[in-house]
Nanobody
Framework: QVQLVESGGGLVQAGGSLRLSCAAS????????MGWFRQAPGKEREFVAA????????SYADSVKGRFTISRDNAMNTVYLQMNSLKPEDTAVYYC????????????????WGQGTQVTVSS
């Protein structure tokens, strides 16, 4: 059973930065696309960013383009989300998950959700 462990969240002022990490157990990590998602209070979980298995292709939600960068280290079984120029509307619990391809990341998830990591941006 693959486990996903997110970390790196915290409280930051608007305009600040955070770097989230998602560590995955299991040798198949490098075979799958990985994605970040977030859920704000009272809202549905939404797609944030995704990266192909090789790291060569990335995709972002319009709301974070130009501010967030997704990357991965397959040797470390870890995917990262660098978040810059944070806004109060970025406040949410952030989760990661996997899919067979970057095209499927928004609609299909391979693993159970982890506990997520809380990001709070103050104005």
């Amino acid at each position: 059973q693959v486990q996903l462990v997110e970390s790196g969240g915290g409280l930051v002022q608007a305009g600040g930065s955070l770097r989230l990490s998602c560590a995955a157990s299991g040798r198949a990590f490098s075979s799958y696309a990985m994605g970040w998602f977030r859920q704000a209070p009272g809202k549905e979980r939404e797609f944030v960013a995704a990266i192909s298995w090789s790291g060569g292709t990335t995709s972002y939600a319009d709301s974070v383009k130009g501010r967030f960068t997704i990357s991965r280290d397959n040797a470390m079984n870890t995917v990262y989300l660098q978040m810059n120029s944070l806004k109060p509307e970025d406040t949410a619990v952030y989760y990661c998950n996997a899919a067979f391809s970057i095209a499927l990341i928004a609609t299909t998830k391979l693993y159970s959700w982890g506990q997520g990591t809380q990001v709070t941006v103050s104005s």
